[in-house]
């Protein structure tokens, strides 16, 4: 099985580690699926869905002579800076990830199931009966610097994570299954007791219980390296505004970087030291490209990889000749959330109040579901690359994915009979609805800024909720600029009651991470004991048993639908557009492209 390379979030695996963007409105990234992968079972019988080439073709292999060298010209569709987080404990959002991708500290390789072969830095020894892994890193494998990969490198991010000072998010359910975790966050252990080192190259790590997500880069397994000869005396509380995380980040991946413009551009050299040998080209450069000048700038051919393109582009580009368009479905999905309650940053945990929260009643959060018409979103808008989502697990999951679920369609006289039922009523005939008390009802969402066609969806849907009745207005009273969106929405900025999101879910489709009780990534910050009991489960040792582990799996999609906090929205398919200079190219998740072998071609784009 050839090792992915190219997609980032198929390194990830784990679900909790990307901060996807999209506002209901066609954004950033996630994930991904294959044309055709292997349908060879995993350990828990997931065989990801079959062809998404029925759409697009997955790879493209382009004539003419391969040049040496070159420098490889990247267009990140984005309409703000990005963060420039350039570590992975640290980083909150996929285009600091597909950033680093390029220089990823990756320990691990998968196969097309998503999971963990010893083809990659470090290979993985999983002792089920008594809860622990041994992760074991190769001879001579050095960082971009020269200086070699050590277990020490292995065990630093883990005390980074679970440092009292640590001011990322992934201090998560997950981490603290991890024996030993809990007491050293709390400050009464000076380390984790669970990770114990073997020898210079093997790290033993006991967890207080084991799942098949492990396999997966789950049950708080760490999945990548961090340089501890730079960082290790940094304090964790100063380290994401320190240069080896802004400026100078060393690396382990195929490429390194040379020159950062703040917010714009990263470009990188080759990175000799490579372990997998020296990449074919000279270097990368990734440039913040606007949505409302992509389409141009590829037609003239200045970019010859395009990540995050926006399906509501897909008109301007279809007929290039100069470019191949490759696209698969994404492990993805974007979401309605509804907040109620708060995240206790004290004690670490949700805190959901129904009864004191504004979307507390369970008709009105059903009644704003059906009231979408998301249907048609996504023929006008996306040219159907886009359709209804009815659960919170991507289809490309089929053991875990519950088909049977119907979702919230659009059905605005249910909508209407639920509000009228629930009591909220137009008690001042100004075309607006009352809440059950008679008060003034305004609901404030919060989505995120894009493109001009993101205005007209969200004015849209906005129009949906008025047609029941309701008055939806949007927080700020505008559209909010990506990092500033997640930054309210994790605060539980009170200028918010809904919101509109996405998940990339990585290759591990447990849930744990994003709804747990303890998860600061629960951003609709409901929790329940039927939930909690759904979550657990899935990632428990009963859990290897694959059919009561797809019960689990149900169980949490039922669970969700009925209380609806958090009401799926979309499902995507993910758009590469490939200038013709690239000389062989492919995102099929059972044969990616790797980093180092990307190679130009010395021929000139077809003009149009």
């Known amino acids: 099985m050839k090792k992915t390379k190219w997609s980032l979030l198929a390194l990830l695996l784990s679900v909790l580690l990307v901060l996807a963007a999209c506002s209901g409105g066609d954004e950033e990234p996630t994930t991904e699926e294959p044309e055709e992968t292997s349908t060879e079972e995993t350990t828990d019988g997931e065989t990801p869905a079959e062809n998404s080439g029925d759409l697009f073709e997955v790879a493209v292999t382009n004539e003419g002579e391969a040049i040496e060298g070159g420098t490889l010209q990247v267009a990140m569709v984005k309409d703000e800076p990005f963060q420039g987080i350039f570590n992975w404990e640290l980083y909150e959002d996929a285009y600091d990830a597909d950033l680093m991708e390029w220089m990823s500290n990756s320990l691990f390789d998968v196969d097309a199931n998503f999971m963990i072969t010893d083809e990659g830095i470090a290979s993985l020894e999983v002792d089920q009966e008594n809860n622990k892994a041994t992760v074991k890193i190769r001879e001579g494998v050095k960082w971009s610097d020269g200086e070699p990969l050590t277990i020490e490198d292995v065990i630093l991010p883990y005390h980074i994570i679970g440092h009292k000072d640590y001011t990322g998010v992934r201090y998560d359910t997950q981490f603290q299954n991890i024996i030993g975790a809990e007491e050293y966050h709390a400050g009464t252990a000076e380390t984790i007791s669970g990770l114990k080192q073997i020898d210079d190259l093997t790290l033993e790590i006991s967890f207080k219980q084991l799942s098949p997500s492990i396999f997966y880069g789950g049950d708080g397994l760490w999945t990548y390296a961090a340089p501890a000869h730079q960082i290790a005396d940094i304090p964790v509380g100063e380290l994401v505004e320190s240069d080896a995380v802004r400026k100078n ?177 137009d008690v001042d005939g100004d075309g607006f609805r009352e809440d059950p008390n008679g008060q003034p009802l305004e609901i404030k969402l919060a989505s995120m800024a894009s493109d001009a066609t993101q205005e007209e969806i969200i004015s849209f849907y ?19 600029e990506f990092n500033a969106f997640y930054e309210m929405v994790e605060a539980d900025d009170p200028e918010i009651d809904i919101f509109m999101g996405a998940w990339g879910t990585g290759t591990n489709p447990s849930p744990s991470g994003l709804y747990g009780e303890v998860d600061a990534f629960n951003f609709s910050r409901y929790t329940s004991e039927e939930l909690q009991s759904a979550i657990t489960a899935i990632d428990s040792p009963e859990a290897f048993d694959t059919e009561f582990r797809a019960e689990q799996f149900k169980i949490f999609q039922q669970h969700i639908e009925e209380v609806a906090t958090t009401i799926p929205m979309q499902f995507r398919y993910e758009i590469f557009p490939v200038n013709k200079r690239v000389k062989n190219f492919s995102v099929d998740y059972a044969d990616e492209t790797e980093l180092h072998e990307i190679e130009l071609v010395a021929e000139e784009p077809v003009a149009n």
């Not at 129009?463 to 559209?479: F, K």
Request: hydrophobic share 40%.
């Open 249 to 425: 980040p060393v690396t382990l991946g195929a490429f390194k970087i040379d020159k950062i413009v703040p917010g714009e551009s990263v470009s990188f050299v080759k990175n000799e030291n490579y372990w997998e040998g020296a990449p074919k080209l000279d270097g990368v450069i990734v440039k913040v490209v606007p949505t409302s000048s992509i389409s141009v700038a590829i037609e003239s051919g200045d970019y010859d990889l395009i990540q995050y393109f926006n399906a509501t582009k897909m008109a301007e580009i279809k007929d290039l000749e100069n470019i191949s368009i490759l696209g698969r479905p994404e492990l993805y999905y974007s979401y309605l959330g509804f907040k109620v309650g708060k995240f206790d940053t004290v004690e670490g945990k949700v805190v959901t109040d129904l009864e004191g929260s504004k979307m507390g009643n369970l008709q009105l959060r059903q009644a704003m579901g059906y009231a979408l018409d998301i249907e048609q979103v996504s023929e006008v808008f996306y040219e159907n690359l886009r359709e209804r989502a009815n659960s919170l697990i991507p289809p490309v999951f089929e053991a875990f994915y519950d088909a049977e679920l119907t979702g919230y369609t659009y059905d605005p006289e249910k909508a209407i009979a639920l509000l009228d039922e629930a009591g909220y009523e």
């Open 462 to 480: 906005l129009q949906n909720w008025a047609d029941v009745g309701l008055n939806v207005t949007l927080s700020t009273g505008r559209l909010i």
